[in-house]
């Protein structure tokens, strides 16, 4: 299947393509906005290119835990399989009652996936 994307007039096949909701920056405050006014990234589901958008936004998030969370740096390198992973597991994160079940050898990355997906969730 080959998808059209309408921000670069490339086109790529539906593998490369995922949905996610934090691709939005929160709004810059401009002073006319009331006390209680909070300033939040719109949720909004939007297609991401996986090999261009979503690496770049994702190293941003691991900059910011890198920052935030003291004696847990993190050194991850977001290949294709990997970013999508982070994906999935933030959209189950996302849901009321969602949890899932982690299968795979250990040191391929499940808990620092975790750790960073739980992180940008509740940003």
Not at 52 to 63: D, I, V
Not at 86 to 111: F, N, Y
């Amino acid at each position: 299947a080959v998808v059209s994307t309408q921000s670069t007039g490339r086109f790529s096949s539906s593998r490369d393509i995922i949905f996610a909701d934090f691709m939005r920056e929160a709004p810059e405050p401009t002073g006319e906005e009331p006390d209680d006014a909070a300033f939040e990234a719109p949720k909004v589901y939007e297609s991401v290119d996986v090999h261009e958008e979503l690496p770049a936004k994702l190293r941003t998030f691991l900059e910011q835990y890198n920052e935030t969370v003291r004696g847990a740096l993190m050194d991850l390198v977001f290949f294709k399989d990997a970013a999508v992973h982070l994906v999935r597991i933030s959209r189950i994160l996302s849901m009321p009652i969602g949890h899932a079940m982690l299968v795979g050898v250990g040191g391929s990355g499940k808990q620092s996936l975790t750790r960073l997906a739980s992180f940008y969730r509740w940003l």
